[in-house]
């Protein structure tokens, strides 16, 4: 079993679109939890850290769920300048492959 | 906040020769770098966890002679890709954790290598 499994997608979505992504990771003590997202022939970056409680950033919302070991990442409102690849990162496991995402107009 | 700088950005050279990458933590202390390969249109593959001061931990595959690492500082770990040939041409990004877990990793630039 991977250490950390994403739905590679793509996600091919209009502009204005709600996504979301899961991602479910192996080891349920682990303790951070982060969503980067990478551009085309980039690093990636970080997007924002996951919180047990939940946390929002703007049109980004990132939620655990500990007793399922997964996180997801909800995306609302989405622009063009969102697409890239999201990656999952549990800090201490291999990641996942990331869940490429394409807004179009 | 923490900053890895990574060099070169980009290399060209020649097959057989070798190159060398630099990771830096600029203003941190990383006792674990990590060090991906990514070709075009894939995913992020590790190839080596470095800590400092003792060997690095290579994935399965990966060849630890062809991929050396060195970790002699807390700041800085280097990749060199001997004798380099033409399927080795990738991007080759580095990361640094510091202890603290709640940090999540930090990434280099990236070095696009194109062996030719």
């Known amino acids: 079993r991977k250490e950390v499994e994403q739905d590679p997608g793509p996600f091919n979505v209009p502009e204005g679109a709600t996504v979301a992504f899961n991602c479910t990771y192996s080891n349920s003590a682990s303790q951070s939890f982060f969503w980067y997202r990478q551009d085309c022939r980039k690093e990636p970056k970080l997007l924002m850290s996951?919180?047990?409680s939940g946390n929002e950033d703007g049109r980004f919302t990132a939620q655990l769920n500990r007793a399922s070991q997964y996180i997801s990442l909800l995306i609302r409102d989405s622009k063009l300048s969102d697409s890239a690849t999201y990656l999952c990162?549990?800090?201490?496991?291999?990641f996942g492959a990331g869940t490429r995402l394409t807004v179009k107009p | 906040g923490a900053v890895v700088s990574q060099h070169p950005s980009w290399v060209i050279c020649k097959s057989g020769t070798s190159v060398k990458i630099e990771c830096r933590s600029l203003d941190f202390q990383a006792t674990t770098m990590f060090w991906y390969r990514q070709f075009p249109k894939q995913s992020l593959m590790l190839m080596a966890t470095s800590n400092e001061g003792s060997k690095a931990t290579y994935e399965q595959g990966v060849e630890k002679d062809k991929f050396l690492i060195n970790h002699a500082s807390l700041t800085l770990s280097t990749l060199t890709v001997t004798s380099a040939h033409p399927e080795d041409s990738s991007f080759y990004i580095c990361?640094?954790?510091?202890?603290?877990?709640?940090?999540?990793?930090?990434f280099g630039s990236g070095t696009r290598l194109t062996v030719v």
């Open positions: 990162v549990v800090k201490g496991l291999r």
């Open positions: 996951v919180y047990s």
């Open positions: 990361s640094a954790g510091g202890a603290d877990s709640f940090y999540g990793y930090t």
